[in-house]
């Protein structure tokens, strides 16, 4: 670990020499400087992703070790000819839906609140940005202690007599405001980098030839916001994707609302299956690479990581 | 040095911003009653659920279940009581540790990585931030497997490497993105000015290149901090004694009086002491975290 600093205190003091020289003395010294964040994510990322693929071949149960043997593709054949398997894909695709869509509207309000508002800027910037930072398991605890019959004021404000946490429906509506809570910030924040770059004066000059305001954000705001738009579905659509902590906490996967991560973790850590378990994470691996793959084809390179280098 | 800085230019910001040019009291008032009903809607839905858990945590064990979101009789037990059990306190010291450690080796390969990315000319460069956006949309989950069984294989299982690794490995591509957005915007002719004017090397790189590159590194460090303060994920995976555990973890293990109870006040208290850190960072840095997720999002 004490390596890694080296190069970053030697960074930036690029000698200038001769110019050809110059050049290729560059490239080391970036090939230097670039290693250590490139290997470290390289190792830590695609060699257990390997391992994974490899354990999935495999029938590996830690509860029973010595049977361990390579066993093909029987492990996918297993996950997919699961019904289980099949309800957490689509219980997944419900919450990342429905989640996502309620924190693109409320995002971009709330984008628009944080861009616009000519009272209490800064107060609104800094308590919007509270439910992005506050800890997942500390969102999902405070929704789920208020959401509980046994505990909570919202079954008394909603006048329930039931406990709403106690069936699909309830639970489904807890989990999802939860994630639109902490998540909206984020997404709005995003959206806000969209927001600052729609030149004041087009906006402007549009408002004398007449545009009313919601024209002016449909037609000029959104169109030139096009590009945050996409990073940001992008980014919380996979996260999304991904919803384990508020499950988690909430009833880890009772009453029909077990995620694919949930699955995989059980299966895991619970059922000790590293075999199956491996099985899952490849298969939830491919489908989070297959909808990133959509959302960068599918809606033009603006999400593209080359965006990077050309602004 | 970076707070007397974030104080000074959110003062200076502070002043009105935009003045309606209409000459109409009427009109601006209406306009002001807008924004304050939207300002207030916008402060009740993110304070409510931080209220409320605040409010639970101060409740006696007693009026703990009676669904009041104000106490009726109120309690500092809750916090005594947390601060008693080593599962508590040793779950604060790993989180403070593990976070920092994690953050600073994150904020340093980024900042060399970055530096390069925002300052030279190399081939691969496309590659490199391909991986980086790569690792950034990776799900953490389809990691938990392998890694659980490889840190147990080498003995990292249950300890704080264990942690710092991935959480350091996942914090690389935001802070890639953040430090080379905010690198790109430094005038690096400056160091060359200074040398010019006599200044060694190191001393144009001390006195001008790393103040203007701190801000950057602050806001970045700060992002890197939530980040791995907040994860759930590998915590509760790749951790199973006090010697690793991170609260997030343990706030989700707390034993309850009997198997039958829920330790809600244990768990509201030691919510709202995990949650003061970033409360605080929020209100201090709020600027900076803004613009630095602005600049990474629209950069990267």
Same mark, same amino acid.
């Given at each position: ?6 190069p ?15 050049a290729?003395?560059e490239r080391?010294l970036?090939a +230097?400087?670039?290693a250590?964040?490139? !290997?470290?994510m ?5 060699y ?6 490899v ?6 149960d830690?509860?029973f070790?010595s049977?361990?043997?390579?066993i093909?593709l ?9 019904p289980?398997?099949w ?9 990342t839906v ?9 995002? *971009?309000? =709330?984008?628009l609140? +944080?861009? $616009? ?9 800094s308590?919007?940005?509270i439910?992005y930072?506050i ?7 405070s ?5 509980? %019959?046994?505990s ?5 404000l ?5 406990d709403?946490?106690s069936?699909?429906?309830g639970t489904?509506?807890?989990i ?6 902490k998540? &909206?910030?984020f +997404? ?6 969209g927001?600052?770059?729609v ?7 549009a ?5 009313s305001a ?5 037609r000029i705001?959104v169109p ?6 996409l990073?940001? =579905?992008?980014?919380r ?8 902590d508020?499950?988690?906490i909430f009833?880890?996967g ?9 699955l995989n973790y059980?299966?895991?850590?619970? $059922? ?8 899952v ?8 690479a297959?909808? #990133?793959f959509v ?17 | 040095?970076s707070v007397?800085?974030a ?13 309606a040019?209409t ?6 008032t ?14 009740v839905?993110?304070?409510v659920?931080?209220?409320w858990?605040v409010?639970?945590?101060l409740?006696?064990?007693?009026? #703990?279940?009676?669904?009041a979101?104000?106490?009726h ?16 306190t ?5 989180s ?7 953050t ?7 900042s060399s990585?970055a530096?390069?990315?925002a ?5 691969g460069?496309?590659v !490199?931030?391909?991986?980086v956006?790569?690792?950034?949309? /990776?799900?953490?989950?389809? %990691? ?5 069984? %490889?840190w $147990? ?5 249950d ?8 959480? *350091?490995t /996942?914090?690389?591509?935001l802070s890639?993105f953040?430090?080379s957005?905010?690198? $790109?915007?430094?005038?690096w002719e400056l160091e ?10 190191l001393q ?5 290149i790393?103040p203007?590159? *701190?801000?950057g590194?602050?806001?970045?460090a700060?992002l890197?901090?939530i ?6 994920v590998?915590? !509760?995976?790749?951790t199973s004694?006090t010697?690793?555990? &991170?609260?997030?973890?343990a706030i ?7 198997q039958?109870?829920?330790p809600?006040?244990? !768990?509201?208290a030691?919510a709202v002491?995990?949650?003061v850190p ?10 900076r975290?803004?613009s ?5 999002a629209?950069?990267?």
């Open positions: 670990m004490t390596a890694v600093a080296e970053a205190a030697a960074a930036p003091k690029p000698r200038r020499r001769r110019l050809t020289e110059r290729r003395e080391r970036a +230097m400087l670039v250590p964040a490139a !290997i470290v390289i190792a830590v990322t695609a257990p992703i390997i391992d994974a693929v354990l999935s071949l495999q029938r590996a830690l509860r070790p049977a361990n043997k390579f093909g029987s492990n996918y054949g297993h996950v997919l000819s699961a289980v398997w309800q957490d894909v689509f219980h997944t695709v419900i919450i429905i989640s996502v869509s309620i924190e693109f509207v409320l995002g *971009m309000a =709330l984008a609140v +944080m861009h $616009r508002t000519l009272v209490a800027r800064g107060l609104v910037r308590i919007a940005l439910p930072a800890v997942a398991v500390v969102a999902a605890y929704w789920e202690l208020a959401w509980s %019959l046994n909570g004021w919202i079954p008394k909603l006048g329930l007599t039931g709403p946490l069936h699909t429906f489904y509506v807890a999802i405001v939860t994630e639109v809570w998540n &909206t910030p +997404m709005a924040l995003l959206l806000l980098a927001l600052a770059l030149p004041d004066e087009l906006l402007e000059a408002k004398v030839d007449g545009a919601w024209q002016r954000f449909i705001t030139l916001m096009k590009p945050a738009i990073v940001a =579905l992008l980014f659509t996979l996260d999304a994707f991904r919803i384990f508020t499950i988690y009833n880890q009772a009453q029909g609302t077990e995620s694919i991560s949930i059980s299966t895991l850590l619970n $059922r000790l299956n590293l075999g199956l378990g491996s099985a994470s490849v298969l939830l691996f491919l489908l989070v297959l909808i #990133a959302f960068i084809k599918g809606f033009g390179a603006a999400a593209a990581p080359g965006g990077a280098t050309t602004r | 040095m007397g800085e104080t000074r230019t959110g003062a200076a910001r502070a002043t009105p911003r935009a003045r040019r000459g109409l009291v009427t009109e601006q209406k306009r002001t009653i807008g924004w304050s009903g939207a300002v207030l809607l916008v402060l839905f993110s304070l659920p931080v209220v858990i409010m639970l945590s409740k006696t064990p007693a009026t #703990a279940t009676d669904g979101f104000i106490p009789q109120w309690t500092l037990s809750n916090y005594s009581d947390i601060f008693k059990t080593g599962i508590f040793s779950a604060l010291r790993n403070i540790g593990i976070a920092l450690i994690s600073v080796l994150a904020v340093l390969l980024a990585a530096y390069a990315i300052r030279l000319d190399f081939p460069k496309n !490199i931030l391909a991986v956006l790569g690792v950034a949309l /990776f799900p953490q989950i389809s %990691l938990v497997g392998p890694l659980y069984n %490889l $147990r294989q080498i003995g990292l299982y300890t704080w490497p264990g942690l710092i690794i991935p959480y *350091m /996942f914090a690389l591509p890639i953040v430090l957005a905010f690198f $790109r915007e430094i005038p060359q000015a200074a040398q010019v004017d006599g200044a060694t090397p144009a790189f001390r006195k001008v790393v203007l590159a *701190m801000p590194i602050v806001t970045t700060i890197v901090f980040i791995c303060w907040n994860d759930f590998f915590a !509760i995976s790749l004694t010697r690793a555990e &991170t609260v997030p973890a989700s293990t707390f034993p309850g009086v009997s039958f109870t829920v809600y006040g244990d !768990i509201a030691a002491v995990v949650t970033v409360v605080l960072l929020v209100l201090l840095f709020q600027r975290i803004v630095g997720l602005t600049a990474g629209v950069k990267g």
